[in-house]
């Protein structure tokens, strides 16, 4: 059973954005690079701000709608 990323963190791990989008690991990798999805590095480890993940998913709903 997969847990939603919690709503408090302001920086989100790539298995988190996985787990909140169902992508697998490539995918949201590929959305970072073709900068779909904006994200920054602290030393060797990549993060999504809990921003950049929900105005993503808010661009997708109105291209849906």
């Known amino acids: 059973m997969s847990k939603a990323p919690p709503t408090s963190i302001d920086a989100l791990m790539v ?3 996985m787990t909140a989008l169902r992508l697998s690991r490539s995918k949201v990798y590929d959305l970072i690079r073709s ?4 994200s920054f590095t ?7 701000a809990a921003d950049s993940l929900r ?3 808010s661009e997708r709903i109105e ?3």
Request: no cysteine; net charge positive.
């Open 55 to 57: 105005n993503f998913m």
């Open 63 to 65: 291209e849906a709608a």
């Open 15 to 17: 298995p988190e954005v």
């Open 35 to 38: 900068r779909q999805l904006e």
């Open 42 to 48: 602290i030393g060797r480890s990549r993060r999504i």
